[in-house]
């Protein structure tokens, strides 16, 4: 085992920031060939196509990408393009180098619309318009096929006109209601709303591309109060990075279920109060337009504010990453936890953790044919889901937490290849520790594990800890905390 101080690593958490974003962007520039581009998901098996061809796939996660809805209907519709594979880094990489640059808040607009006119087929391509409810107030959502006749890059929306014979995911939904409704809009939807049709040449595929950036940058990224933001500042460094991360958190379970259902709660009610506010103010024009302002209005116009203002002070709680994991530790547990012992079915499962998975990983494995596996996105899942004798193996990649590990039952934790290329990052810079080990017996190998605490990396309270070929790095030097009858064995 190797153990590692700060003389090995970046002086302050800042520098560490840009070392790792400025190695992924790196990587990134060296696999932009690969097939991230919209690959078409055929509804009736687990084959993922390709420009390059098939490729076989266990995540079982993959959506299919057919429309859902009654069965009849479904099966009219064509494939669309589905934007899979993009990571943290690429992310980052697209929204900074090729999107946003330094701009502030108040260029985003321009910045898009500039991406959109450079990147995007102006018309003539097909689409499933997935409306909203922000598009369809009174109808309800619905799936209808598209055409788009032209783009317009500055609103990021598109004109279209309902393809012939009409298909619709909703049996009661009428062609005339459509047509109606996209009459009362001139025919213009957002871009967001509109996922291109595979076709087997991939002429599309870079339209899907752009659309998907768009969409998650809005969805995920953009907050209600930043189109009032007028400060002098880039977006990028202080918006990007810990927004991204607080998405990755929320989807990889790093942020406790609970927690989570009350971030989407807080945000959701944020924009329904918001538009019940712009509406409310919409009509203390019109009827105070020619008079005084009535000063009960104006007393529930401030009340409304406040409330906003709460709202938005507890969003941006969560944005915070040093906050973020102050709360999420406290949601989890509290103390050394409690062992869950063996599976109630007897069963010991090997849990595999990678972005993605092939039948070629699993079959390099060389795992005996009985043995019962799960598979995972996220590390911390993984653990949530372990029992006394279970075995967690870790393929290359960087596998970050946001709160501590906690070791409480006999497990086998252990990396796929050169330990180098596994690397566990323990983001938990306000806490004591970052691994506890309180388990009979503990087994780590094949691993690099970096922390980022006020304590030790790893706290051994009880049992025997044994760790086989691991790199262990931590900012302040303290590696290890050995209560006394404990036992550790470093290899």
Request: proline share 6%.
């Amino acid at each position: 085992m190797e153990v590692c101080g700060d003389e090995d690593i970046p002086k302050s958490d800042e520098e560490a920031s840009r070392v790792v974003v400025n190695d992924a962007l790196e990587r990134t520039r060296q696999n932009d060939d690969d097939a991230i581009l919209s690959p078409k998901i055929d509804a009736n098996s687990n084959d993922v196509d390709t420009p390059d061809g098939p490729l076989k796939s266990l995540d079982d996660s993959t959506e299919k990408v057919p429309i859902s809805g009654c069965s009849e209907t479904q099966s009219a519709f064509p494939d669309v393009y589905h934007v899979t594979n993009i990571d943290h880094q690429e992310r980052i990489r697209v929204y900074t180098e090729d999107i946003l640059g330094d701009c502030r808040p108040d260029q985003i607009a321009v910045r898009f619309a500039q991406y959109v006119l450079s990147h995007i087929e102006p018309a003539g391509w097909r689409a499933v318009w997935r409306s909203s409810t922000g598009t369809t107030e009174t109808t309800g959502a619905f799936d209808v096929l598209v055409e788009v006749d032209d783009v317009r890059p500055e609103d990021l929306n598109a004109s279209v006109h309902i393809v012939s014979p009409f298909l619709c995911d909703r049996p009661d939904v009428q062609q005339a209601s459509v047509e109606s409704l996209l009459a009362s809009r001139d025919h213009m939807l957002p871009l967001s709303e509109l996922w291109p049709l595979y076709d087997e040449n991939c002429d599309h595929g870079k339209t899907a591309l752009v659309i998907e950036h768009i969409r998650f940058f809005y969805d995920n990224i953009w907050r209600p109060w930043d189109e009032d933001d007028e400060e002098d500042y880039s977006f990028v460094l202080r918006h990007l990075g810990p927004r991204l991360m607080l998405y990755h958190d929320l989807h990889t379970g790093a942020v406790p279920p609970s927690t989570t259902e009350q971030y989407h709660v807080t945000l959701a009610l944020y924009q329904q109060r918001l538009a019940e506010l712009d509406k409310f103010e919409d009509r203390m024009g019109a009827a105070d337009s020619d008079s005084e302002l009535d000063s009960n209005d104006v007393l529930e116009c401030a009340r409304r504010h406040e409330e906003l203002d709460a709202l938005k002070r507890s969003i941006q709680v969560m944005e915070n990453p040093m906050m973020r994991q102050t709360i999420c530790f406290r949601a989890s547990t509290t103390g050394p936890g409690v062992p869950k012992g063996p599976r109630p079915d007897g069963e010991r499962v090997t849990h595999l953790i990678s972005d993605k998975m092939t039948v070629g990983m699993v079959t390099n494995l060389g795992l005996p044919p009985e043995t019962t596996i799960q598979y995972h996105t996220s590390l911390q899942v993984a653990l949530d889901n372990t029992f006394e004798g279970d075995t967690v193996l870790l393929f290359p990649g960087r596998h970050v937490l946001s709160h501590p590990i906690k070791l409480c039952d006999p497990i086998t934790i252990r990396g796929v290849g050169n330990p180098d290329d596994v690397t566990v990052e323990i983001m938990v810079a306000t806490m004591q520790f970052a691994i506890l080990c309180s388990s009979f017996h503990v087994t780590m190998s094949d691993l690099t594990l970096q922390a980022s605490c006020l304590g030790s990396t790893i706290n051994v309270t009880c049992g025997w800890t044994k760790l086989e070929k691991c790199r262990v790095f931590n900012l302040n030097k303290h590696i290890f905390n050995i209560l006394f009858s404990c036992q550790t064995r470093m290899e």
